[in-house]
Protein backbone atom coordinates (compact mmCIF):
# COMPACT_ATOMS: atom_id res chain seq x y z
CA UNK A 1 0.00 0.00 0.00
CA UNK A 2 1.10 3.58 -0.51
CA UNK A 3 2.00 6.25 1.47
CA UNK A 4 -0.99 8.79 2.19
CA UNK A 5 -0.25 12.33 3.79
CA UNK A 6 -1.85 14.71 6.38
CA UNK A 7 -4.62 17.02 5.60
CA UNK A 8 -3.25 20.51 7.16
CA UNK A 9 0.98 19.90 6.86
CA UNK A 10 1.06 17.46 3.87
CA UNK A 11 3.30 15.52 5.82
CA UNK A 12 3.94 11.93 4.48
CA UNK A 13 2.38 9.21 6.22
CA UNK A 14 4.01 5.80 5.87
CA UNK A 15 2.80 2.39 5.32
CA UNK A 16 4.10 -0.33 7.80
CA UNK A 17 6.77 -2.17 5.58
CA UNK A 18 6.87 0.26 2.70
CA UNK A 19 9.76 2.47 1.77
CA UNK A 20 12.82 0.07 3.06
CA UNK A 21 16.43 1.72 2.88
CA UNK A 22 14.14 5.33 2.19
CA UNK A 23 12.38 5.71 5.21
CA UNK A 24 14.68 7.95 7.44
CA UNK A 25 15.04 10.35 4.45
CA UNK A 26 11.76 10.06 4.46
CA UNK A 27 11.06 10.66 8.32
CA UNK A 28 13.29 13.50 8.08
CA UNK A 29 11.69 15.10 5.40
CA UNK A 30 8.34 15.25 7.82
CA UNK A 31 10.69 16.69 10.64
CA UNK A 32 11.74 19.43 8.51
CA UNK A 33 8.58 19.79 7.67
CA UNK A 34 6.86 20.02 11.22
CA UNK A 35 10.11 22.57 11.91
CA UNK A 36 8.90 25.01 9.07
CA UNK A 37 5.19 24.41 10.52
CA UNK A 38 6.18 25.91 14.11
CA UNK A 39 9.49 27.85 13.42
CA UNK A 40 9.53 29.11 9.55
CA UNK A 41 9.78 32.50 8.63
CA UNK A 42 8.55 32.82 5.34
CA UNK A 43 9.17 36.63 3.48
CA UNK A 44 6.60 37.22 0.58
CA UNK A 45 6.43 40.03 -1.74
CA UNK A 46 3.11 41.71 -2.37
CA UNK A 47 3.64 44.95 -4.10
CA UNK A 48 2.82 43.82 -7.64
CA UNK A 49 -0.11 41.56 -7.70
CA UNK A 50 -2.28 39.09 -5.36
CA UNK A 51 -0.48 35.59 -3.63
CA UNK A 52 -1.55 32.80 -3.81
CA UNK A 53 -0.16 30.64 -1.11
CA UNK A 54 1.00 26.52 -1.52
CA UNK A 55 0.93 23.34 0.54
CA UNK A 56 2.46 20.87 -1.07
CA UNK A 57 2.62 17.05 -0.27
CA UNK A 58 5.84 16.43 2.09
CA UNK A 59 7.38 19.35 0.02
CA UNK A 60 8.37 22.62 2.10
CA UNK A 61 5.82 25.03 0.95
CA UNK A 62 5.80 28.86 1.50
CA UNK A 63 1.66 28.22 3.00
CA UNK A 64 3.39 25.71 5.85
CA UNK A 65 5.39 28.42 7.67
CA UNK A 66 4.54 30.06 11.26
CA UNK A 67 5.24 33.65 10.19
CA UNK A 68 4.89 35.36 7.42
CA UNK A 69 6.59 38.73 6.50
CA UNK A 70 4.54 40.94 4.00
CA UNK A 71 6.88 43.11 1.82
CA UNK A 72 6.47 45.71 -0.70
CA UNK A 73 5.49 49.20 -1.87
CA UNK A 74 1.25 48.10 -3.24
CA UNK A 75 0.48 49.53 -6.50
CA UNK A 76 -3.16 48.32 -5.64
CA UNK A 77 -4.97 46.58 -3.04
CA UNK A 78 -4.08 43.16 -2.24
CA UNK A 79 -5.06 39.70 -1.20
CA UNK A 80 -2.82 37.15 0.58
CA UNK A 81 -4.61 33.84 -0.09
CA UNK A 82 -3.92 30.79 1.83
CA UNK A 83 -4.91 27.34 0.38
CA UNK A 84 -8.91 26.28 1.20
CA UNK A 85 -8.68 22.81 3.43
CA UNK A 86 -5.82 23.00 5.64
CA UNK A 87 -6.38 24.11 9.52
CA UNK A 88 -3.12 26.04 10.72
CA UNK A 89 -2.14 28.98 12.89
CA UNK A 90 0.02 32.08 11.25
CA UNK A 91 1.46 34.86 12.67
CA UNK A 92 1.18 37.92 9.74
CA UNK A 93 3.67 41.00 9.99
CA UNK A 94 3.07 43.74 7.56
CA UNK A 95 5.83 45.32 6.44
CA UNK A 96 4.48 46.51 3.20
CA UNK A 97 4.42 50.07 2.38
CA UNK A 98 0.46 50.74 1.42
CA UNK A 99 0.16 54.14 -0.84
CA UNK A 100 -3.03 54.27 0.46
CA UNK A 101 -4.26 50.59 -0.75
CA UNK A 102 -5.68 47.68 1.20
CA UNK A 103 -4.59 44.34 2.14
CA UNK A 104 -6.46 41.59 2.98
CA UNK A 105 -5.72 37.85 3.99
CA UNK A 106 -8.42 35.23 3.44
CA UNK A 107 -8.69 31.79 2.28
CA UNK A 108 -9.18 31.14 -1.77
CA UNK A 109 -12.63 30.28 -1.63
CA UNK A 110 -13.67 31.81 1.98
CA UNK A 111 -13.37 35.29 4.09
CA UNK A 112 -10.82 36.46 5.83
CA UNK A 113 -10.13 39.97 7.60
CA UNK A 114 -7.93 43.49 6.25
CA UNK A 115 -4.89 44.30 8.17
CA UNK A 116 -5.38 47.72 9.76
CA UNK A 117 -2.45 49.61 8.93
CA UNK A 118 1.21 48.56 7.76
CA UNK A 119 3.82 48.25 10.55
CA UNK A 120 1.43 46.06 12.69
CA UNK A 121 1.71 42.00 13.85
CA UNK A 122 -1.30 40.17 14.08
CA UNK A 123 -2.52 36.23 14.96
CA UNK A 124 -4.91 34.79 12.70
CA UNK A 125 -6.19 30.52 12.17
CA UNK A 126 -7.41 29.16 8.87
CA UNK A 127 -10.50 26.57 10.01
CA UNK A 128 -10.17 25.56 6.33
CA UNK A 129 -12.66 27.43 4.98
CA UNK A 130 -11.91 30.97 6.55
CA UNK A 131 -9.52 32.75 8.09
CA UNK A 132 -9.98 34.72 11.85
CA UNK A 133 -7.70 37.36 12.83
CA UNK A 134 -7.15 37.00 16.74
CA UNK A 135 -8.00 40.72 18.35
CA UNK A 136 -7.94 42.16 21.74
CA UNK A 137 -11.82 42.30 21.17
CA UNK A 138 -11.83 38.22 21.13
CA UNK A 139 -9.27 37.64 24.21
CA UNK A 140 -10.43 37.97 27.64
CA UNK A 141 -8.35 39.16 30.59
CA UNK A 142 -8.02 43.31 31.73
CA UNK A 143 -5.34 45.01 29.96
CA UNK A 144 -3.63 47.31 32.75
CA UNK A 145 -3.05 51.09 32.79
CA UNK A 146 0.78 50.26 33.09
CA UNK A 147 0.54 48.45 29.41
CA UNK A 148 -1.11 51.49 27.69
CA UNK A 149 1.19 54.15 25.53
CA UNK A 150 0.43 57.09 26.69
CA UNK A 151 -2.49 58.95 24.22
CA UNK A 152 -3.07 55.60 22.49
CA UNK A 153 -6.39 55.23 23.31
CA UNK A 154 -7.98 57.84 20.72
CA UNK A 155 -11.48 59.07 19.84
CA UNK A 156 -11.75 57.04 17.02
CA UNK A 157 -11.10 53.50 19.21
CA UNK A 158 -13.57 54.11 21.77
CA UNK A 159 -17.44 52.60 21.35
CA UNK A 160 -20.28 55.71 22.09
CA UNK A 161 -20.65 56.40 25.66
CA UNK A 162 -18.03 53.87 26.71
CA UNK A 163 -16.46 56.51 28.93
CA UNK A 164 -18.73 57.00 32.04
CA UNK A 165 -18.20 60.09 34.61
CA UNK A 166 -17.54 56.52 36.80
CA UNK A 167 -14.82 55.68 35.10
CA UNK A 168 -13.33 58.96 35.00
CA UNK A 169 -10.87 60.71 37.82
CA UNK A 170 -11.95 63.88 39.50
CA UNK A 171 -10.54 66.53 37.04
CA UNK A 172 -8.59 63.72 34.75
CA UNK A 173 -10.70 65.59 31.58
CA UNK A 174 -9.15 69.17 30.87
CA UNK A 175 -9.33 71.48 28.59
CA UNK A 176 -6.35 70.38 26.55
CA UNK A 177 -8.02 66.92 26.14
CA UNK A 178 -10.77 67.83 24.68
CA UNK A 179 -11.26 68.44 20.97
CA UNK A 180 -12.88 71.84 19.92
CA UNK A 181 -16.82 71.37 19.64
CA UNK A 182 -16.42 67.85 21.32
CA UNK A 183 -18.59 68.69 24.10
CA UNK A 184 -22.53 69.37 22.63
CA UNK A 185 -25.38 70.10 24.71
CA UNK A 186 -26.73 66.25 24.01
CA UNK A 187 -23.75 65.15 26.45
CA UNK A 188 -24.71 67.72 29.32
CA UNK A 189 -26.79 66.42 31.89
CA UNK A 190 -29.39 69.74 32.81
CA UNK A 191 -27.47 71.60 35.48
CA UNK A 192 -24.36 69.95 35.60
CA UNK A 193 -22.70 72.76 34.57
CA UNK A 194 -22.70 75.54 37.49
CA UNK A 195 -21.17 79.25 37.44
CA UNK A 196 -18.27 77.65 39.41
CA UNK A 197 -17.07 75.21 37.14
CA UNK A 198 -16.98 78.25 33.92
CA UNK A 199 -14.23 80.32 33.71
CA UNK A 200 -14.46 84.85 32.96
CA UNK A 201 -16.14 85.67 30.13
CA UNK A 202 -16.18 81.31 28.86
CA UNK A 203 -19.80 81.53 27.29
CA UNK A 204 -20.03 83.88 24.59
CA UNK A 205 -22.82 84.29 22.21
CA UNK A 206 -21.78 81.35 19.91
CA UNK A 207 -21.86 79.00 22.66
CA UNK A 208 -25.42 79.64 23.31
CA UNK A 209 -28.52 77.50 21.52
CA UNK A 210 -30.32 79.71 19.70
CA UNK A 211 -34.06 80.09 21.07
CA UNK A 212 -36.02 81.02 17.89
CA UNK A 213 -35.56 85.04 19.30
CA UNK A 214 -35.12 87.30 16.75
CA UNK A 215 -32.60 89.80 18.21
CA UNK A 216 -34.16 93.06 18.01
CA UNK A 217 -36.02 96.00 20.49
CA UNK A 218 -39.11 95.36 21.54
CA UNK A 219 -41.69 98.16 23.08
CA UNK A 220 -44.17 97.15 25.37
CA UNK A 221 -43.23 93.16 25.20
CA UNK A 222 -44.86 90.13 25.81
CA UNK A 223 -42.30 87.53 26.43
CA UNK A 224 -42.26 83.24 27.30
CA UNK A 225 -38.99 82.21 29.47
CA UNK A 226 -38.29 78.67 30.41
CA UNK A 227 -37.60 76.04 33.26
CA UNK A 228 -33.73 77.32 32.87
CA UNK A 229 -34.40 80.49 32.47
CA UNK A 230 -33.99 81.13 28.66
CA UNK A 231 -36.47 83.64 26.85
CA UNK A 232 -37.87 81.96 24.11
CA UNK A 233 -40.60 83.94 22.66
CA UNK A 234 -40.51 88.12 22.62
CA UNK A 235 -43.38 90.33 20.98
CA UNK A 236 -43.82 94.14 20.87
CA UNK A 237 -47.32 95.16 22.37
CA UNK A 238 -49.59 97.41 20.79
CA UNK A 239 -49.78 101.41 21.66
CA UNK A 240 -51.87 102.35 24.78
CA UNK A 241 -55.29 103.43 24.02
CA UNK A 242 -55.67 105.01 27.24
CA UNK A 243 -53.74 107.15 29.73
CA UNK A 244 -51.91 109.82 27.25
CA UNK A 245 -48.53 109.50 29.22
CA UNK A 246 -46.05 111.00 27.11
CA UNK A 247 -45.89 115.21 26.62
CA UNK A 248 -44.58 116.13 23.23
CA UNK A 249 -45.72 119.84 23.00
CA UNK A 250 -46.41 122.64 24.66
CA UNK A 251 -47.08 126.65 23.23
CA UNK A 252 -47.88 129.54 24.88
CA UNK A 253 -50.06 131.84 22.57
CA UNK A 254 -49.43 133.91 20.73
CA UNK A 255 -47.47 131.17 18.17
CA UNK A 256 -48.09 128.87 15.25
CA UNK A 257 -46.66 125.86 13.96
CA UNK A 258 -46.90 122.24 12.92
CA UNK A 259 -47.91 118.98 15.36
CA UNK A 260 -46.72 115.81 13.89
CA UNK A 261 -47.52 112.72 15.84
CA UNK A 262 -44.84 109.88 16.82
CA UNK A 263 -44.71 107.22 14.15
CA UNK A 264 -46.30 104.70 16.71
CA UNK A 265 -49.17 107.11 18.60
CA UNK A 266 -52.03 106.14 18.06
CA UNK A 267 -54.29 108.57 20.60
CA UNK A 268 -53.60 112.27 21.26
CA UNK A 269 -54.97 114.09 24.20
CA UNK A 270 -54.26 117.50 23.47
CA UNK A 271 -55.74 120.62 26.27
CA UNK A 272 -56.44 123.86 24.38
CA UNK A 273 -56.97 127.46 26.35
CA UNK A 274 -57.69 130.14 24.06
CA UNK A 275 -57.24 134.29 24.83
CA UNK A 276 -58.44 136.07 27.77
CA UNK A 277 -60.52 139.48 25.98
CA UNK A 278 -58.74 142.67 27.43
CA UNK A 279 -60.02 144.64 29.50
CA UNK A 280 -62.48 147.80 28.60
CA UNK A 281 -61.36 151.07 28.63
CA UNK A 282 -62.43 153.60 32.25
CA UNK A 283 -63.83 156.90 30.81
CA UNK A 284 -63.61 159.99 32.60
CA UNK A 285 -66.42 158.90 35.04
CA UNK A 286 -66.66 155.14 34.52
CA UNK A 287 -65.38 152.17 36.10
CA UNK A 288 -63.39 149.26 33.80
CA UNK A 289 -64.91 146.05 32.55
CA UNK A 290 -62.96 143.02 32.80
CA UNK A 291 -62.51 140.66 29.59
CA UNK A 292 -63.69 137.02 29.45
CA UNK A 293 -62.22 134.19 29.97
CA UNK A 294 -60.47 131.97 26.89
CA UNK A 295 -62.78 128.75 26.13
CA UNK A 296 -61.09 125.93 27.57
CA UNK A 297 -61.42 122.17 26.62
CA UNK A 298 -59.46 118.54 26.61
CA UNK A 299 -59.52 116.90 23.26
CA UNK A 300 -59.08 112.88 22.99
CA UNK A 301 -58.14 112.17 19.46
CA UNK A 302 -57.84 108.86 18.05
CA UNK A 303 -54.83 109.31 14.97
CA UNK A 304 -54.47 107.60 11.78
CA UNK A 305 -50.50 107.66 10.83
CA UNK A 306 -48.77 109.36 9.11
CA UNK A 307 -50.50 112.59 11.05
CA UNK A 308 -49.48 116.19 10.80
CA UNK A 309 -51.75 119.24 11.21
CA UNK A 310 -50.97 123.07 11.83
CA UNK A 311 -51.85 124.42 14.94
CA UNK A 312 -52.44 127.87 16.38
CA UNK A 313 -52.44 129.50 19.86
CA UNK A 314 -54.40 132.49 20.19
CA UNK A 315 -52.83 135.84 22.32
CA UNK A 316 -54.60 137.88 24.61
CA UNK A 317 -57.11 140.71 23.45
CA UNK A 318 -55.77 144.17 24.14
CA UNK A 319 -57.28 146.40 26.62
CA UNK A 320 -59.80 149.14 25.56
CA UNK A 321 -58.52 153.09 25.63
CA UNK A 322 -59.23 155.19 27.99
CA UNK A 323 -60.57 159.34 28.04
CA UNK A 324 -61.29 159.06 25.01
CA UNK A 325 -64.60 158.09 25.43
CA UNK A 326 -66.51 159.56 27.90
CA UNK A 327 -67.55 156.12 29.05
CA UNK A 328 -64.46 154.19 27.80
CA UNK A 329 -63.96 151.91 24.42
CA UNK A 330 -64.43 148.30 25.43
CA UNK A 331 -61.45 145.80 24.93
CA UNK A 332 -60.84 143.04 22.34
CA UNK A 333 -61.47 139.24 22.23
CA UNK A 334 -58.75 136.60 22.67
CA UNK A 335 -57.64 134.36 19.66
CA UNK A 336 -58.89 131.33 19.60
CA UNK A 337 -56.85 127.73 19.94
CA UNK A 338 -56.89 125.39 17.19
CA UNK A 339 -55.62 122.23 15.73
CA UNK A 340 -56.64 121.24 12.29
CA UNK A 341 -58.74 118.02 12.64
CA UNK A 342 -58.23 117.61 16.52
CA UNK A 343 -60.59 120.64 18.06
CA UNK A 344 -61.26 124.61 18.40
CA UNK A 345 -61.43 126.40 21.71
CA UNK A 346 -62.76 129.81 21.25
CA UNK A 347 -60.81 133.27 23.03
CA UNK A 348 -62.77 135.45 25.72
CA UNK A 349 -64.54 138.39 24.27
CA UNK A 350 -63.02 141.96 25.26
CA UNK A 351 -64.63 143.49 28.21
CA UNK A 352 -67.14 146.72 27.25
CA UNK A 353 -66.47 150.07 27.65
CA UNK A 354 -67.28 151.99 30.85
CA UNK A 355 -69.08 150.20 33.63
CA UNK A 356 -70.73 147.06 33.05
CA UNK A 357 -70.42 143.08 33.14
CA UNK A 358 -67.03 141.36 31.88
CA UNK A 359 -66.63 140.07 28.37
CA UNK A 360 -68.57 137.26 27.06
CA UNK A 361 -66.41 133.72 28.13
CA UNK A 362 -64.91 131.51 25.00
CA UNK A 363 -66.47 127.89 24.13
CA UNK A 364 -65.09 124.63 23.72
CA UNK A 365 -67.15 123.18 20.96
CA UNK A 366 -66.90 119.14 20.67
CA UNK A 367 -64.47 118.90 23.78
CA UNK A 368 -64.44 115.28 25.49
CA UNK A 369 -63.68 117.25 29.00
CA UNK A 370 -64.40 121.24 30.25
CA UNK A 371 -63.91 123.11 33.31
CA UNK A 372 -66.19 125.53 35.03
CA UNK A 373 -65.41 128.74 33.72
CA UNK A 374 -64.31 130.66 36.80
CA UNK A 375 -62.12 127.98 38.34
CA UNK A 376 -58.01 127.05 37.85
CA UNK A 377 -55.27 125.39 39.09
CA UNK A 378 -52.38 127.52 41.29
CA UNK A 379 -49.95 128.72 38.88
CA UNK A 380 -52.09 127.91 35.75
CA UNK A 381 -51.47 130.77 32.68
CA UNK A 382 -55.12 130.15 31.98
CA UNK A 383 -56.70 133.34 33.13
CA UNK A 384 -59.45 136.22 32.26
CA UNK A 385 -58.50 139.06 30.78
CA UNK A 386 -56.26 141.42 32.83
CA UNK A 387 -53.20 141.14 34.80
CA UNK A 388 -54.65 138.50 37.52
CA UNK A 389 -53.32 134.79 37.65
CA UNK A 390 -53.99 131.84 40.05
CA UNK A 391 -57.01 130.37 41.32
CA UNK A 392 -59.24 132.99 40.82
CA UNK A 393 -63.17 133.90 40.41
CA UNK A 394 -64.62 136.55 38.00
CA UNK A 395 -65.11 139.50 40.38
CA UNK A 396 -66.88 143.29 39.97
CA UNK A 397 -64.35 145.21 39.10
CA UNK A 398 -64.15 148.37 41.38
CA UNK A 399 -64.44 152.02 39.47
CA UNK A 400 -60.74 153.40 38.66
CA UNK A 401 -60.05 157.04 40.06
CA UNK A 402 -58.89 157.94 36.86
CA UNK A 403 -59.41 157.34 33.28
CA UNK A 404 -56.73 155.22 31.34
CA UNK A 405 -56.50 152.18 28.80
CA UNK A 406 -57.93 148.60 29.96
CA UNK A 407 -55.37 145.80 30.49
CA UNK A 408 -54.44 143.29 27.94
CA UNK A 409 -55.84 139.27 28.09
CA UNK A 410 -53.46 136.92 29.27
CA UNK A 411 -52.50 134.33 25.75
CA UNK A 412 -53.53 131.14 25.35
CA UNK A 413 -52.19 127.26 26.09
CA UNK A 414 -51.44 124.76 23.96
CA UNK A 415 -50.27 120.89 25.17
CA UNK A 416 -50.00 118.20 23.38
CA UNK A 417 -50.01 113.81 24.73
CA UNK A 418 -49.33 111.12 23.39
CA UNK A 419 -50.06 107.53 24.44
CA UNK A 420 -47.40 105.13 25.73
CA UNK A 421 -47.03 103.56 22.16
CA UNK A 422 -44.48 106.16 21.30
Given at each position: MASTFSTDLKLELMVTGENAGTWGDKTNTNLNLIQQAIAGVQSIDVAASDVTLVMSNA???????????????????????????????????????????????????????????????????????????????????IIETAQLENLSITSGKLASFAVTSARLNSFAVTTSRLATNAVTAAKITQSTITQAKLAANSVGSNQLISTGVTAAEYTRPTITIDADGRITAASSGSASTSGMEIPVLYSVGPASGTYTANANAT????????????????????????????????????????????????????????????????????????????????????????????????????????????????????????????????????????????????????????????
Open positions: TLSNARNMVLNLTGSLTGARQVLIPDGIEKNYIIKDSTTRNGFSLTIKTVSGTGFVMETSGIMVACFSDGTNVTEVSLNSLSGRAGVYMVAGAGGSGGTGQNNASSVGGTGGFGFFNKVITQPFSQPFSVGGGGNGGSGPGNPTGNPGNAGGATTIANIGTVNGGGGGPGGPGSSGSTGNAPGASLTYPVNTFIVGSPFSVGGPPTGPITIPSCPPFTNPGPGASGTGGVLAVFENIGT
